[in-house]
Nanobody
Framework: QVQLVESGGGLVQAGGSLRLSCAASGRTFSGYAMGWFLQAPGKQREFVAT????????AYAGSVKGRFTISRDNAKYTVDLQMNSLRPEETAVYYCAARASPSHNSNPKEYDYWGQGTQVTVSS
């Protein structure tokens, strides 16, 4: 069992930055790929970024590439999402997720554990 707790959400103006953090507890953290997903009201959950269990490989949704950076600290059991140049359409609840495999993946159905989410609101 893995427990995930996100933090760092809030209100920011368009063009601003936020850093989300996810603290994990449970089994060996490096054995899990981690992902960030967002869900806007009335919409399906969408992929944002993912990172391999080793931290060596990452992947991003096309819309955030070059603006967002995912990173992890396997000693501290944390995964972060640095978000720059935020846009109003990125207003959503952001979720941290863990996959019971070190191989990173963009499909939310491949993830086994989810945090409770943190709200990000980008004002125009």
């Amino acid at each position: 069992q893995v427990q995930l707790v996100e933090s760092g959400g809030g209100l920011v103006q368009a063009g601003g930055s936020l850093r989300l953090s996810c603290a994990a507890s449970g089994r060996t953290f490096s054995g899990y790929a981690m992902g960030w997903f967002l869900q806007a009201p009335g919409k399906q959950r969408e992929f944002v970024a993912t990172i391999h269990g080793s931290g060596a490989y990452t992947a991003y949704a096309g819309s955030v590439k070059g603006r967002f950076t995912i990173s992890r600290d396997n000693a501290k059991y944390t995964v972060d999402l640095q978000m720059n140049s935020l846009r109003p359409e990125e207003t959503a609840v952001y979720y941290c997720a863990a996959r019971a495999s070190p191989s990173h993946n963009s499909n939310p159905k491949e993830y086994d554990y989810w945090g409770q989410g943190t709200q990000v609101t980008v004002s125009s």
